[in-house]
């Protein structure tokens, strides 16, 4: 069973920065992509950025120039600096991983999320 455990979110002053991180363990043989999405109170799930194992990066438009996502792929974790956060950024930060192939075939996971809190 592959786990996806985020760290990193919390309260933070409007242009303030903060670093997310998420480690995925498990009998892991490789991961296509990792990336992060988020979802606010009353609002849909949606797609903040995304990084494939080769490093091809995707970015949503509202946090591009301010957000930068990396990966770390001999330790299966991504990271997503966030700088010149906004309140508009707040949300619970979900992380997920595509093209997962495990002992027990192919998954795609998601961690339970870190709440992400920037007050202006």
């Known amino acids: 069973q592959v786990r996806l455990a985020e760290s990193g979110g919390g309260l933070v002053q409007a242009g303030e920065s903060l670093r997310l991180s998420c480690a995925a363990t498990?009998?892991?043989?490789?991961?296509?992509?990792m990336g992060w999405y988020r979802q606010a109170p009353g609002k849909q799930r949606e797609l903040v950025a995304t990084i494939t194992s080769g490093g091809i990066t995707n970015y949503a438009d509202s946090v591009k120039g301010r957000f930068t996502i990396s990966r770390d792929n001999a330790r299966n974790t991504v990271y997503l600096q966030m700088n010149s956060l906004k309140p508009e950024d707040t949300a619970v930060y979900y992380c997920?991983?595509?093209?997962?192939?495990?002992?027990?075939?192919?998954?795609?996971?998601w961690g339970k999320g870190t709440l992400v809190t920037a007050s202006s």
């Open positions: 997920n991983a595509e093209g997962v192939w495990t002992v027990g075939g192919l998954t795609r996971p």
């Open positions: 498990g009998s892991i043989y490789s991961i296509n992509a």
